[in-house]
């Protein structure tokens, strides 16, 4: 069937004319998302690099002042030690001044009548030790070293020399009676190994006759010299 449409054209319904969507349009949004989703990521990432090189910045320079007191502290100790190992010589000095200025002391309080000191001193000898089987034995020049070995020590020794004068010609039991009273006195004879008498010899001062001695008390500290001969 024919339909005739008499309206007026202004009155007549106008029919829309089809439009291709405009793709710039539509995808503009997204565009201008995607570019603000980068620009504050960035800005983020920007953000968190300064934050961790102020963080290591700030790191660097405490571990730099932790190196810095370390090695203060490294020269602290130094120092301390180095002290320390002065004063404990100053000490060891002291001491060996008490101990000597007792030990001199002890020396004039045990002296004999007849008896006068003329040196004493502190002198150092090495002494050959050989051991066996048996233990330690001092060498005998003459004797055979097979199946044995040396050892040199290095001893200290208090040096005592004198003069003893009697009118009984008992020169030689009066120093030995000086020896006893020397190794009998604990106090005195407890730094010591050893109190004997290294040689005699006759003199005569003016009209006396005396008798010249020479006494070694070894100390109980010795050091050994050399090796295994």
């Known amino acids: 069937m024919i339909e005739i449409n008499l309206l007026p054209d202004e009155l007549k319904a106008k029919r829309k004319a089809f439009k291709i969507p405009d793709a710039t349009a539509a995808f503009l949004p997204a565009a201008v998302g995607i570019a603000i989703f980068f620009v504050v990521t960035h800005l983020v990432f920007i953000t968190v690099i300064r934050v961790n090189k102020a963080a290591y910045g700030k790191m660097e320079r405490g571990w730099s002042s932790i190196r810095e007191e370390k090695e203060s502290i490294e020269l602290i100790k130094r120092d301390g030690l180095s002290v320390k190992k002065r004063l404990d010589a100053i000490e060891s000095l002291t001491h060996k001044k008490i101990l ?130």
């Open 100 to 229: 000597w200025s007792k030990k001199l002391n002890q020396l004039s309080d045990l002296i004999i009548p007849g008896v006068w000191f003329t040196r004493v001193s502190i002198d150092k000898k090495t002494v050959v030790i050989e051991k066996n089987r048996t233990g330690l034995l001092k060498k005998d020049i003459g004797t055979s070293s097979r199946n044995k070995t040396s050892q040199n020590l290095i001893v200290s020794y208090l040096n005592i020399e004198g003069e003893v004068s009697s009118s009984f010609g008992d020169e030689l039991a009066i120093i030995g009676k000086f020896i006893e009273r020397l190794k009998s006195d604990a106090d005195f004879f407890r730094d010591f190994s050893n109190i004997e008498l290294v040689s005699t010899e006759l003199n005569k001062i003016g009209d006396t006759e005396t008798m010249s001695f020479k006494i070694n008390s070894y100390f109980k500290e010795a050091s050994v010299k050399k090796g295994t001969m």
